[in-house]
């Protein structure tokens, strides 16, 4: 298991990622014009990183504006698909073997961001009641930050056309990761709400994730694990979860989060609190063997924080880093 945090090319958060010990970093990339993420600018940020002594594993996420007409199925898509499958192809002769995607039309959801938490600390929450009543609110993009999302939607998406549109996705891009030597992770939908504002969301039950994994079958299209989102699922039992996709070799890239609640309603709380047994869940990684990059994913707000959670993701990093060390000592031989 390779801990990582999600980090940029500053060398104040560099020298954060050195001082907590990382060896490997999670980043994204901005959408460019040309809808590419050229050779080029991959090299230069993968040679950033290499410089301050981490490895970039994978690239988190594939900028929605890239690919948002393949999701939503309309004209242009096929341009897209042609873009996308020349970022993979830089990806592979990068080094760079894993693309997280998501296959949210309308991104992520959340209804509140309040001092509920323990000590006064900051949770996230979901809470369906509250979407309902206020569903354009609840989209997690409208938030600020610079951060922006293609499109609302102007028509209902019914969950056969999103799965069509996600499978013509797969059967153009998989064999162009196959030959790159990329694998494709999704992530699932967070939250995993069935639909929302009339549009499909697929990706939110074990039986979803199987789906996609069955739908182009293939050594390089699998999921990225987000452990938080897929212990809200209603009534999952996270350590079989786990189990059930690490055995079968699908989880590519995994992220550490440990929520208390599940669907309709759920927190984004400490590691420590969340209803997931986590040293279970860590054992339960090592047991089926998977030797990939764990981002911690997502924290909760703290006192005097800085804008990139430093203090926040620092407990949670000496958390994993506990866990993993412990289990070592106590389970040599299953180390992955």
Known sequence: MKIALFSGTDEEGLQFLRQLGLRHVVHGLPATANGILDYDLLARTRDTFAHAGLEWDVIENLPAEHYDQVMFGLPGRDQQLE????????????????L????????????EYTPTGRGGSRYPRFDL?????????????????GKRYPRLPDHSLSADEVWDNLVYFLEHLVPVAEE??????????????????????????????????????????????????IATMAGV???????????????????????????????????????????????AYREVGFDGVM?????????????????????????????????????????A
């Open 180 to 229: 790159a030597g990329v694998r494709l992770a999704a992530h699932p939908d967070d939250a995993p709400v069935p639909e929302y504002m009339g549009v499909a969301r697929i990706l939110t039950s074990l039986a979803g994730l199987q789906r996609l994994i069955d739908a182009v079958p293939s050594p390089n299209s699998g999921l990225g694990f987000c452990q938080g989102t």
């Open 100 to 111: 997280q995607y998501q296959w949210m039309l309308l991104g992520g959801l959340r209804t």
């Open 295 to 335: 981002r911690i994913d997502h924290c909760p707000g703290v006192v005097n924080d800085n804008a990139r959670a430093d203090r926040s993701f620092a407990f949670q990093v000496g958390y994993l880093k506990g866990l993993v060390q412990a289990l070592d000592q106590l389970d040599p031989g299953q180390g």
């Open 83 to 98: 873009r996308i499958a020349a970022t993979v192809r830089h990806m592979g002769r990068a080094g760079i073997g894993v």
């Open 237 to 283: 039992d996270m350590i079989e979860a786990i189990r059930h996709f690490g055995r079968q070799g699908k989880i590519f890239f995994a992220h550490f989060r440990n929520p208390r609640g599940q669907m309709p309603c759920f927190d984004e709380v400490f590691p420590d609190e969340g209803d997931t047994d986590m040293v279970a869940a860590v054992r």
């Open 129 to 145: 009641s509250v979407a309902q009543r206020y569903p354009a609110a609840a989209l997690d993009w409208l938030g600020g930050g």
